[in-house]
């Protein structure tokens, strides 16, 4: 047996606020989210899958989306975020044409269609729908 094992990786990213990253992502992603130990994050995806997120006083946002969400409808998806207060346009035209709610339209030979967002830290997220 390998000391090496991938079974329980996960992964991680900085916030710069751990308050202002539970609240979003508990109350208003509605994830399922706990503090560890070491006052880190963890989002629970189920099983044992999970994130961690942890604060850094020099955080930087990562330039490119961080964690998506594959979904059935991306319209109800965008509705339910822009109602919960996600802005949902976060790109100009000139780097992605999205339409005014912020969906980038896909299709077989283009890719799914895709609506991009940000935690409250700037990393950005999404919300996807396959093509």
């Known amino acids: 047996m390998s000391a090496f094992q991938t079974a329980h990786a996960f ?17 208003v992603l509605g994830m399922d989210v706990s503090t560890n130990a070491m006052g880190f994050l963890e989002i629970h995806l ?11 006083a ?7 989306t961080i964690l ?11 509705d339910e975020l822009r109602a919960r207060g996600v802005e949902t346009k976060i790109y100009s035209d000139a780097e992605f044409p999205t339409d005014d709610r912020g969906i ?3 299709g077989p ?3 799914p269609d895709i609506a991009w967002f940000r935690d ?3 990393n950005v997220l ?3 729908r396959p093509a």
């Open 104 to 106: 980038l339209r896909g």
């Open 120 to 122: 409250p830290a700037g």
């Open 11 to 27: 992964s991680g990213f900085s916030v710069d606020s751990i308050d202002a990253a539970r609240s979003f992502y508990r109350d």
């Open 46 to 56: 189920g099983g044992d899958a999970m994130i961690l997120v942890y604060e850094k």
């Open 68 to 78: 998506n969400f594959p979904v059935d409808d991306i319209d109800g998806a965008v």
């Open 58 to 64: 020099d955080h930087t946002p990562a330039g490119f």
């Open 126 to 128: 999404a919300v996807l």
């Open 109 to 111: 030979d283009r890719g």
